[in-house]
């Protein structure tokens, strides 16, 4: 502010004086006002920019939390959410669980990607793995690890989800069946084993957890279309798992799938003579078989117990040993033991075995339509069989192993027995099998050679022995004498021989005059014989010549 505009002191200030008139002020109108150019650029971005952020807002699907135990491989903004592999989402956020004992993943999803909210979806993370199934998410190597889904099919939507830690080996959009299979133990099987129909891989392992009960486990297995047809409600299912060898009284057997069931184990099925029966429905339940001798015999029907007492060892004789007759495995044994009999005072050896009496029904034709049933019971059954010599004897079934078996043959030259039906369990008559009685034979045969006096057997040989070392020297003496006084004699004689053979060779020679005086005697007497044999021709035919004389000396 100049001096002229600060206000003066009232006491120096000369009298006020009248204001001159001020000018009226003209009023001009303002023309139109027109922005720059420059301002243009700012504007289209500003609507760039709402375009895209309404875009995205438009654009933006649900969000939802992932939980994992690890995240091993995840990273913020980076890792996609994948299916069949295309992109539907992005992690945004990674945090730790108040606990510490799962990770928290925030996964932004796309619109078209609403659906996988449905509360059964399941997600996992897919990164390099090696398990049963094979090797997998050997991609993720270059292009780090996204996270996989599979939609779920519920109408209920949630917004967290536990998350796999391993994928799952069938997805709702894989064609074909689950069946569930109850067995007692897992075996050598795992998630992704395969299971085979006729060694051709149709399927695999999907799912198993142990029964409530704790007595089981159950399993789920899924098989490809178009193989589901091929599971019928009469099918069979078996562990193929590893190495199926078994060392019996019947001999060793061994089966196997593939060579990957050696490593990894495996599922087999298959209907019996190939009748399976109507197509089995989804989640029909089977029973799993130990092995396939198992999972194909034929329903054994009712069961009967049975005691034998043996008398003799029953080294290499084990639970489980079959039970047969004739060939035909009728039973196996169940027990055995070691009581000693008051009344008897001996040890007797009980062996418990369960029999199935209808393997031994007669079948008529290839079905299963058995002979009508006797009018009598089992236990009569076995009484008349016992009265016609049925008995049980212990036999070796692998002379290798040592393994014996439970035989059951009729004896008829067997002592006669008779069973108490109010027994129970029954007990079977035996009788000691036949190296038994060898055993018992070759015993009896060493008592009696215990019984040789071998010393003084041995005694008399020496004697006999010194004897005969005598009479050997004495000849050995004779024969030193007749070497020194009889032999010069004996070659004298042989020289006084051998002149005899030369004279005799030259006087037998061809060329010596002996051979042709004998050559020209034999000759008058050929001629000599000639002539006799014509006179006695002719004394044949004129017998009264010897009278009369010649005709022709007449004249």
């Keep these: 502010m100049s001096d002229d505009e600060h206000p003066q002191d009232p006491a120096a200030q000369p009298a006020p004086q009248a204001p001159p008139a001020l000018p009226r002020p003209r009023v001009v109108r303002r023309r139109e006002w027109l922005p720059s150019l420059i301002w243009l650029i700012p504007i289209v971005a500003a609507l760039v920019g709402i375009t895209l952020v309404a875009r995205i807002i438009l654009e933006r699907g649900p969000e939802v939390v992932l939980t994992f135990k690890t995240a091993e491989g995840l990273e913020a903004g980076k890792t996609a959410v994948k299916y069949k592999d295309v992109q539907i989402g992005l992690v945004t956020h990674l945090r730790l669980a108040r606990d510490r004992s799962h990770v928290r993943v925030l996964v932004q999803f796309n619109k078209e990607a609403e659906s996988f909210t449905a ?58 069946k689950q069946f569930l299979l109850r067995a007692t133990d897992v075996g050598s099987l795992d998630v992704g084993s395969p299971v085979y129909f006729r060694r051709v891989k149709v399927g695999q392992v999907a799912a198993y957890e142990l029964d409530g009960d704790g007595r089981g486990v159950t399993m789920r297995v899924f098989v490809n279309a178009p193989y589901d047809k091929f599971v019928g409600m009469n099918t069979r299912f078996w562990q193929a798992s590893g190495i199926d060898a078994q060392l019996s009284a019947s001999g060793f057997t061994l089966r196997t799938q593939s060579l990957a069931t050696i490593l990894l184990g495996g599922i087999a099925f298959r209907a019996p003579d190939d009748v399976m029966g109507p197509v089995a429905k989804e989640n029909a339940a089977f029973a799993l078989a130990q092995d396939e001798a198992g999972a194909m015999k034929e329903p054994d029907g009712p069961s009967q117990t049975l005691l034998m007492y043996f008398n003799q060892s029953l080294r290499g004789l084990t639970p489980g040993a079959p039970v047969d007759f004739r060939g035909v495995v009728i039973g196996e044994v169940k027990s055995i033991g070691v009581e000693f009999d008051r009344a008897e ?132 003496q004779t024969v030193n004498r007749i070497n020194s006084d009889v032999t010069p004699e004996l070659a004298a004689a042989m020289k006084d021989v051998r002149k005899t053979v030369n004279t005799a060779e030259r006087t037998l020679a061809d060329d010596s005059p002996l051979q042709q005086d004998m050559r020209q005697t034999l000759q008058e007497l050929t001629r000599a014989a000639g002539s006799v044999r014509v006179l006695t021709d002719y004394l044949e035919r004129h017998p009264e010549s010897l009278l009369r004389g010649k005709p022709d000396d007449k004249k």
């Design 345 to 476: 005072r001996e040890f007797r050896m009980p062996v418990l075995v369960q029999v199935y009496p209808d393997r031994l029904r007669r079948r008529e034709g290839s079905g299963n339509t058995a002979t009508p049933e006797s009018r009598f019971t089992q236990q009569e059954r076995l009484r008349f069989l016992t009265e016609k010599g049925l008995r049980a004897q212990l036999r070796n079934g692998n002379l290798l192993t040592g393994q014996v078996y439970v035989a059951l043959d009729f004896f008829p030259k067997a002592a006669v027995a008779k069973i108490d039906l109010t027994k129970n369990p029954i007990e079977l008559p035996t009788v000691p099998n036949s190296l038994d009685e060898i055993q018992s034979q070759v015993q009896e045969i060493a008592t009696k050679l215990n019984k040789i006096p071998y010393e003084q057997i041995a005694g008399d040989l020496r004697t006999t022995l010194a004897s005969l070392n005598k009479t050997l020297a004495a000849a050995e």
């Design 119 to 176: 509360s059964d979806s399941r997600f996992w993370v897919v990164r390099p793995r090696l398990d049963t199934s094979g090797i997998s998410g050997l991609n993720t190597l270059l292009s780090g690890a996204y996270i996989g889904a599979d939609p779920g099919v519920s109408k209920d939507t949630a917004g967290e989800f536990t998350g796999l830690e391993t994928p799952p080996t069938v997805t709702r959009d894989d064609s074909g």
